[in-house]
């Protein structure tokens, strides 16, 4: 595998696999990789002939209270995931080559941002905007891969590249979890064995919610209720929100009809975690 640290390296690198019609897979990352980030590994494998990840903690998507500095770092440990998964290239650029100075550009999607995760952390989304669509104007993958976990990110990105007629596909991989349901993510390594074990609380609160929509609770405010008793449930956790929304325009649902996306966020300790499920066919 190809360790790349620069904008110019990668593009001409990417210039050689044109020349050679060769259709390629990117797969954006923070690192700190997981089973959850080698699955979109493995469906860019499947959808392309060269999958490309990248390793970036993006400090514009982070608040000025938020975790920056302790966000979990292994770039060698996730070299190594990478390689084994068959990834051709790795780019894992310093914070000064994707950021010479501050950007100037702002893109927003208000209507996408305005609640869930983005109600709660003012300026994020745009961060993760500008700094995917910076790495999707260096790459240039045919498919770029993200996880449901980040179901909000994912519908962002998703219009951004449709409103910008950006060439490339997204596809969203379902959440990998672990055995008792909680979704892996980078930051659970940061939980005390207590707060792990209380983690879980976060999926069985969004399967009890998923339980109501199929016995017929169509009331969106009552599926949120359900999800904020069971997450209340568990002195560890504290909720920062639980939600019933459209899935595709993260709308609240007042009247579940059709789908419905459950979400929650919530605080073990200073960790914050998210979750969803999409319930289908209500
Ligand atoms: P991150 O490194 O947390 O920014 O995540 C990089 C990509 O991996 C994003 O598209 C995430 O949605 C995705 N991802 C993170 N955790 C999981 C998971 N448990 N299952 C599936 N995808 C995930």
């Known amino acids: 595998m190809l360790l790349i640290t620069t904008i110019a390296a990668v593009r001409a690198r990417r210039e050689e696999l044109a020349r050679a019609g060769r259709r390629l897979a990117f797969v954006p990352t923070m690192g700190a990789l997981h ?30 209270t938020e ?43 208000p209507q996408l941002t305005r609640g869930l995760c983005g109600a709660h952390r003012p300026g994020h989304f745009q ?6 669509a910076k790495l999707l104007n260096t790459v240039q993958p045919h498919v770029a891969l993200f996880g449901a976990k980040d179901w909000q990110q994912a519908a962002v990105i998703r219009h951004l590249v449709e409103d910008l007629d950006m060439p490339v596909h997204v596809e969203m991989v379902p959440t990998a979890r672990d055995n008792d349901g909680l979704a892996l993510s980078s930051r659970n390594a940061r939980l005390s064995r207590e707060q792990r074990r209380a983690a879980a609380v976060l999926h069985r609160a969004l399967q009890c919610a998923a339980q109501a929509v199929r016995a017929g609770e169509r009331s969106g405010a009552r599926l949120e209720a359900v999800l904020a008793t069971e997450v209340g449930s568990e002195p560890l956790a504290r909720l920062q929100y639980a939600a019933a929304v459209d899935p595709e325009t993260l709308r609240p649902a007042e009247t579940v009809t059709g789908s419905v996306l459950l979400a929650v966020a919530a605080y ?14 209500v």
């Open 268 to 281: 073990l300790g200073s960790t914050r975690l998210i979750d969803n499920l999409l319930v289908e066919g």
């Open 67 to 109: 975790d920056l500095a302790s966000y979990p770092r292994d770039l060698e440990g996730d070299r190594a995931l990478l390689d084994r998964e068959g990834t051709a290239l790795l780019f894992a650029p310093s914070t000064r080559e994707i950021y010479p100075r501050t950007a100037a550009t702002v893109i927003d999607l």
């Open 35 to 64: 089973e959850g980030h080698l699955r979109l590994v493995r469906r860019g494998r499947e959808l392309a002939d060269e999958v490309w990840a990248s390793v970036f903690v993006n400090p514009t998507q982070f608040g000025p």
């Open 127 to 132: 961060g993760v905007a500008l700094v995917v």
